[in-house]
């Protein structure tokens, strides 16, 4: 009952930066974690980066040190900010919202290219 729409990825160059952002329809303030996935052609889906309610934050290794995942529970949107992007990062990147601990919100996803 949530809706969460993508935005701000594009095609950008190794070594450049993208912010990407999720908004919700609804408070987020609530919500048990706010989290970030992503999608490469012919993978599976993969963790890349959550913040909880309580703000504790964790990075899938590959992108610690480059990636900062936050949240503005004012605007209901939560933040990915990519720097030092690698040709590896390219992906459809989907913003998920957990609450009660159970039931999952996906948005639609965001691509992001990154070129050599």
């Known amino acids: 009952q949530v809706q969460l729409v993508e935005s701000g990825g594009g095609l950008v160059q190794a070594g450049g930066s993208l912010r990407l952002s999720c908004a919700a329809s609804?408070?987020?303030?609530?919500?048990?974690?706010m989290a970030w996935y992503r999608q490469a052609p012919g993978n599976e889906r993969e963790f890349v980066a959550e913040i909880t309610r309580g703000g504790r934050t964790h990075y899938t290794d590959s992108v610690t040190g480059r990636f900062t995942i936050s949240r503005d529970n004012a605007k209901n949107t939560v933040y990915l900010q990519m720097n030092s992007l690698k040709p590896e990062d390219t992906a459809v990147y989907y913003c998920k919202l957990r609450v009660n601990f159970q039931y999952d919100y996906w948005g639609q996803g965001t691509q992001v290219t990154v070129s050599s």
């Open positions: 609804r408070s987020i303030f609530n919500a048990n974690i």
